[in-house]
């Protein structure tokens, strides 16, 4: 039975994606920073869903987190935060910027390398990102600063490591789920959990191996 991390998975296209990879067979280790949430969220799938207590700013708790998992095949790197909104750089507090950039995107490289060993065994590795069209640098505005800033430097990260696991074979890809229904997203946001997860449980299954180093939506590929 193949194996999936996924990481901020007790809510949203988290949860959603681990769900829908149980369904395909995978044992996923459901990564939440809570406890009583990640337990209850993994209940809800059933047998094939195993909690992880993973805070992916915490180096303690991604360390204890290797010790539950035995082997792996993919990691999905969904924990996010997004604390600003309107105000624009000029006025944000730069704490909220370093505050987001230590989850979404220090966060995301924490736990890769810390899994990479563990990866390198599998013949099907493959990482994948959860990004957002707000760190396209074609497409970039004002709004929500830390948040884009720290998903630009995440698309950063995908394509580093898209070329240092190069040699390994293990593919690497950010993902835009799109504007999805979520905590994060709002009760307008016009896609499903769904829908935002479907690029994402595709790259981690049945894209080609050969698909590395991008930014897609819809499965296809991106601007960055
Ligand atoms: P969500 O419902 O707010 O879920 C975010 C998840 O990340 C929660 O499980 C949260 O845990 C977890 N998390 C936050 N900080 C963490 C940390 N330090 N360690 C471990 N887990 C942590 O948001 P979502 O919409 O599902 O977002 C999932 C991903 O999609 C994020 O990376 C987000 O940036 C991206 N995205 C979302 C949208 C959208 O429209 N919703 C659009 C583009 C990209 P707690 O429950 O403990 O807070």
Same mark, same amino acid.
């Given at each position: 039975?193949?194996?999936?991390?996924? &990481?901020?998975?007790?809510?949203?296209?988290?949860?959603?994606?681990a769900r829908q990879l149980a369904a395909r067979d995978f044992h996923v280790?459901?990564?939440a920073r809570n406890r009583a949430a990640g337990e209850k969220a993994a209940? %809800?799938? @059933?047998?094939?869903?195993?909690?992880?207590?993973?805070?992916?700013?915490?180096?303690? %708790?991604?360390?204890?987190?290797?010790? #539950?998992?035995?082997?792996? *095949? !993919? $990691?999905?790197?969904?924990?996010?935060?997004?604390?600003?909104?309107? =105000?624009?750089?000029?006025? $944000?507090?730069? =704490?909220?910027?370093?505050?987001?950039? =230590?989850?979404?995107?220090?966060?995301?490289?924490?736990?890769?390398?810390?899994?990479?060993?563990?990866? %390198?065994?599998?013949?099907? #590795?493959?990482? !994948?990102?959860?990004?957002?069209?707000?760190?396209? $640098?074609?497409?970039? @505005?004002?709004?929500?600063?830390?948040?884009?800033? %720290?998903?630009?430097?995440?698309?950063?990260? &995908?394509?580093?490591?898209?070329? #240092?696991l190069r040699d390994k074979s293990i593919p690497v890809n950010s993902v835009?789920?799109? +504007?999805?229904?979520?905590?994060?997203?709002?009760?307008?946001?016009?896609?499903?959990?769904?829908? @935002?997860?479907?690029?994402?449980? +595709?790259?981690?299954?049945?894209?080609?191996?050969? $698909? &590395?180093?991008?930014?897609?939506? *819809?499965?296809? =590929?991106?601007?960055?």
């Amino acid at each position: 039975m193949k194996a999936a991390l996924v &990481t901020g998975a007790n809510k949203g296209i988290g949860f959603e994606v681990a769900r829908q990879l149980a369904a395909r067979d995978f044992h996923v280790f459901l990564g939440a920073r809570n406890r009583a949430a990640g337990e209850k969220a993994a209940r %809800s799938i @059933g047998g094939n869903a195993t909690f992880v207590q993973l805070d992916v700013t915490d180096g303690a %708790s991604i360390s204890a987190a290797k010790k #539950a998992v035995d082997h792996l *095949d !993919v $990691l999905i790197n969904n924990a996010g935060v997004m604390e600003d909104g309107d =105000e624009n750089l000029l006025t $944000l507090d730069p =704490e909220i910027l370093r505050r987001t950039l =230590e989850t979404n995107t220090l966060g995301a490289l924490r736990v890769t390398q810390a899994f990479v060993p563990l990866l %390198s065994k599998s013949k099907d #590795a493959r990482i !994948v990102n959860v990004s957002s069209g707000g760190g396209q $640098l074609s497409d970039m @505005g004002t709004w929500s600063p830390a948040y884009c800033i %720290s998903k630009t430097a995440l698309n950063a990260v &995908t394509v580093q490591l898209a070329n #240092a696991l190069r040699d390994k074979s293990i593919p690497v890809n950010s993902v835009c789920p799109g +504007w999805v229904r979520t905590d994060m997203g709002g009760k307008n946001a016009p896609r499903s959990v769904e829908e @935002g997860a479907d690029t994402i449980v +595709w790259l981690a299954t049945e894209a080609p191996r050969n $698909l &590395t180093g991008k930014f897609l939506r *819809d499965r296809k =590929e991106i601007p960055w």
